[in-house]
Nanobody
C-alpha cells in the first residue's frame, strides 16, 4: 500500500528558499513519476512541477527558473527546492503520483500526500 508523506514546509521571507520533500512508503517502484501541486486559500489546486520515472522534469511557467524538482539518492524521496520565493508562492503544497500495477502506470490510481504549508511573507 503506497503512501506519500510531505515534509519541510514552513515560513520564509520573500526572496528566501525552502526545500520540501515527498517520501514514498510502500516502494517508489510501485509508482510512476511524481508531481507537485499547490493550492492557495480560495484558489484551485495548480500544477507546479513534475519528474518522470526516467528523470525528465517540467515546471509551471510561474516557477520556472526558481524551483527545482529532483529525486533523492534513495529513490523513494522527491524534493522540490524553492528559491527566490514570492508571497504569491504561499500555498499548501501536495505531492501526487499514480500507481504502477503489473508494470503499467494506471492514471486513475492517483495517490496524494497530505500537504505541507509554505508561507512567504
Amino acid at each position: 500500500h503506497v503512501q506519500l508523506v510531505e515534509s519541510g514546509g514552513g515560513s520564509v521571507q520573500a526572496g528566501g528558499s525552502l526545500s520540501i520533500s515527498c517520501t514514498v512508503s510502500g516502494g517508489a517502484s510501485n509508482t510512476c513519476g511524481m508531481n507537485w501541486f499547490c493550492q492557495a486559500i480560495g484558489k484551485q489546486r495548480e500544477w507546479v512541477s513534475s519528474i518522470t520515472s526516467d528523470g525528465s522534469t517540467s515546471y509551471a511557467d510561474s516557477v520556472k527558473g526558481r524551483f527545482t524538482i529532483a529525486k533523492g539518492s534513495d529513490r523513494d524521496t522527491v524534493t522540490l527546492q524553492m528559491n527566490s520565493l514570492k508571497p504569491e508562492d504561499t500555498a499548501m503544497y501536495y505531492c501526487k503520483t499514480v500507481g504502477r500495477i503489473h508494470g503499467v502506470c494506471v492514471l486513475r490510481a492517483e495517490i496524494w500526500g497530505q500537504g505541507t504549508q509554505v508561507t512567504v511573507s
